[in-house]
């Protein structure tokens, strides 16, 4: 099974928030992925949608068009990990000053190139077949 990252670095949102985008998206059929992010009202929405346009061009591209069928791909894994934090100061009551901490991400799309099997879901058919091997 082809597949494709794509690498995002850098980007001006707390993972915390990109998190919660990626968490929709993960594992699901490229378009469907894009058509939740498309109405999705968060601002994280637009890089992890690019990232995901991404990747898929990378499969496209990589293997050469013709072998792989795009509305079968699959976001096969997606996570974000923390970035460098920016830090500002603002000034506070007293002659105090405090950090503002202004935090990044880095966003790694996986995309395979063909759609999981309909009947199978996360190991449930070697869960299936362990029962039968001790009931014999």
Same mark, same amino acid.
């Given at each position: 099974?082809?597949e494709?990252?794509?690498l995002?670095?850098?980007?001006?949102?707390?993972?915390?928030?990109?998190?919660? +985008?990626?968490d929709?998206?993960?594992?699901? +059929?490229v378009?469907? #992925?894009?058509?939740?992010?498309?109405?999705?009202?968060?601002?994280? #929405?637009?890089p +992890? @949608?690019?990232?995901?346009?991404?990747?898929?061009a990378?499969l496209?591209?990589?293997?050469?068009?013709?072998?792989?069928?795009?509305? @079968?791909a699959?976001?096969?894994t997606?996570f974000?990990?923390e970035?460098?934090?920016?830090?500002?100061?603002?000034?506070?009551?007293?002659?105090?000053?405090t950090?503002?901490?202004?935090?990044t991400?880095h966003?790694t799309v996986w995309?395979?190139? @063909? #759609?999981?099997?309909?009947?199978?879901?996360?190991?449930e @058919?070697?869960k299936k077949?362990?029962?039968?091997?001790?009931?014999?």
């Amino acid at each position: 099974m082809p597949e494709a990252r794509c690498l995002v670095r850098f980007v001006r949102m707390a993972p915390r928030k990109v998190r919660l +985008v990626a968490d929709l998206v993960r594992g699901r +059929v490229v378009n469907d #992925a894009l058509q939740i992010l498309q109405f999705s009202p968060r601002a994280a #929405a637009r890089p +992890v @949608e690019k990232a995901i346009r991404s990747a898929l061009a990378n499969l496209l591209q990589g293997t050469g068009s013709r072998d792989i069928d795009p509305d @079968e791909a699959v976001v096969r894994t997606i996570f974000v990990d923390e970035g460098p934090t920016l830090k500002r100061y603002i000034q506070r009551a007293m002659g105090r000053a405090t950090v503002i901490r202004k935090r990044t991400s880095h966003l790694t799309v996986w995309v395979a190139g @063909e #759609a999981p099997k309909e009947g199978a879901k996360g190991g449930e @058919e070697t869960k299936k077949r362990r029962l039968k091997t001790k009931a014999k």
